[in-house]
């Protein structure tokens, strides 16, 4: 259980991503990008290229022959809005656990305020399960009012395509309720418990880079036709990560020590 001194330090570690102007417009950029620019870019592009043009034909390869309908433009929108977009989407919460996740433990040492902080009524597992917290409950914050905004301009814009809205598949149903949550936590505790290591912010983000791999891997593999993202296969990353995070999660907290923060 989070009791009420790991949720003020949780309070805390928001409240300086938030009055950080640099951090938060930066945790700001990545939303704005994966959210609302890229899926508009690919909205556009599919609402625009002629029908009967190589460009769109080449686009049809990638459509399972399950979703042609009577109308091609709308069934690669529909691909693209409940399979495709949901891929770059879950970088969301990843690339924003990387930006407070990292500078968990490294930023205190940064500021000088490490000390300070071992010093509060709290073992060195309940800082430790905090810090995944802030970054947790962070990263879901993010990624439910890019959901929002993306939808709101996604939206807007097949409205003005096909005259009509689109339906939002179970795919992003899983992905918030599940899948979302439990990629962070993975992300979130490996990040967190290399940020003790790291010398800086910068060598603590390096070092978790790796994370995005996955990611990027599954959206190649989408673009390329190899695999289609469904519920079915988010359900199972969804339930494999969950099951993982918990693990990380308690023995990374049951095994840190004093000599990895203060190496």
Known sequence: MINSMQIALIKKDIRSVTENRNLFIGLLSLPIVM??????????????????????QKLLVILPGGMLGSDLRKSLLQLLINNMVPIFF???PVLTAMIM???????????QTLETLLYCPLSLQQIFIAKVFASFVFSQIVSLVS???MTLVVQTEIWFITGSLMLLGLNWLVLLILVSPAI??????LIVRGSAKAKSVEESQQRSAFLILPIVVLAVGQFSGVVLVNVWLLLGIGVLCSILGLILLRRSSAS???ERLLQ
């Open 147 to 149: 959901f929002v905004a």
């Open 90 to 92: 879950l970088l969301i």
């Open 35 to 56: 959210a609302v620019v890229l899926p508009s870019i690919f909205m556009l592009v599919v609402g625009f290229i002629p029908v009967d043009s190589a460009d769109f």
């Open 101 to 111: 996740a990292a500078s968990s433990f490294v930023g205190e040492k940064e500021k």
């Open 184 to 189: 962070s936590l993975v992300a979130i505790t």
């Open 256 to 258: 840190f020590h004093y």
